[in-house]
Structures are given as structure tokens and as C-alpha cells.
């Protein structure tokens, strides 16, 4: 269903939903908690316009890239205090350390859960071999 609100084309909820496969609830939440401002037509019915799909978008990359959304939030209100975004990217470059370095750790932690798998395998086809048997 094509909406126009003063002019412009802008979605419903459902839309906007089946767009980011998620339910009306998941954006009613961020709506609830902040990180999202629709507009409403005179039924109040919420209207998403073409900028309110593009922080849809940020919010999910964010949670794809493992950010809180708290950490969201507080990357999307540093771009609305400061529309050249230079707070927002220092503070997305903060976080993303972060991520980065815990990512690192995950990735050593199952390196050494993979090598240790290996020596055990390696153990138990000589075990097999030492009483006979060929794997």
C-alpha cells in the first residue's frame, strides 16, 4: 500500500517489517526504547519515511556486528547532536575495537579448543592402530 505523507512515500510498520524480516513488535520495541522516531498519519497510524528505514538499517548492522543496543542508541543520539557525524565515528571506531578484540579472543579460544581436538584425535587413531585395527 503506497502512503504519502505531505508528499512523500513513506511505509507502514508491516512493511517496514517484512523489509527487515523482523515483527511489528521488534519495531515498536526500538520505537519504545528510543531508536526509533516515526511519524504518524492524522489516524495515528505510524508512517516510516526513507531516513527512519536508513537507521532501521544502522540499528541492524549494529546488531549484526554484536553491539549492544544500548551501544546503538548512543552511536545514533551522538549523530543527532552532531549532524557531521565526527562524534559518532569516533565513538563507532571505540566500539568496533572493542568488538575486535573480543572477536580475537573467541577466535584464539576455539584455535586452542581445535588444537587440543586434534592432538585427541590423533591419540585415539594411535590408540586404534596400537591394538590392531585401522580406523
Known amino acids: 500500500m503506497k502512503i504519502k505523507v505531505r508528499g ?4 507502514t510498520i508491516a512493511e517496514v517489517a517484512a523489509e527487515f524480516d523482523v515483527t511489528t513488535r521488534t519495531i515498536r520495541y526500538y520505537e519504545e526504547i528510543g531508536l526509533l ?3 504518524r498519519t492524522t489516524g495515528n497510524r505510524r508512517v ?5 528505514v536508513t ?4 540499528i541492524f548492522r549494529g546488531k549484526r556486528y554484536g553491539f549492544s543496543l544500548e551501544e546503538i542508541k548512543e552511536m545514533i543520539l551522538l549523530f543527532d547532536e ?9 565513538r563507532t571506531i571505540e566500539y568496533g575495537e572493542e568488538k575486535v578484540a573480543e572477536i580475537e579472543e573467541v577466535i584464539a579460544e576455539f ?12 591419540q585415539f587413531t594411535q590408540k586404534l592402530k596400537d591394538e590392531g585395527e585401522d580406523g
Open 8 to 11: 512523500r512515500a513513506v511505509k
Open 37 to 39: 522516531v516515526p511519524g
Open 111 to 122: 584455535q586452542a579448543l581445535k588444537s587440543e581436538m586434534e592432538v585427541l584425535m590423533e
Open 48 to 52: 516510516f519515511s526513507k531516513s527512519d
Open 82 to 90: 552532531d549532524r557531521s557525524g565526527k562524534k559518532q565515528l569516533k
Open 55 to 58: 537507521r532501521l538499517k544502522l
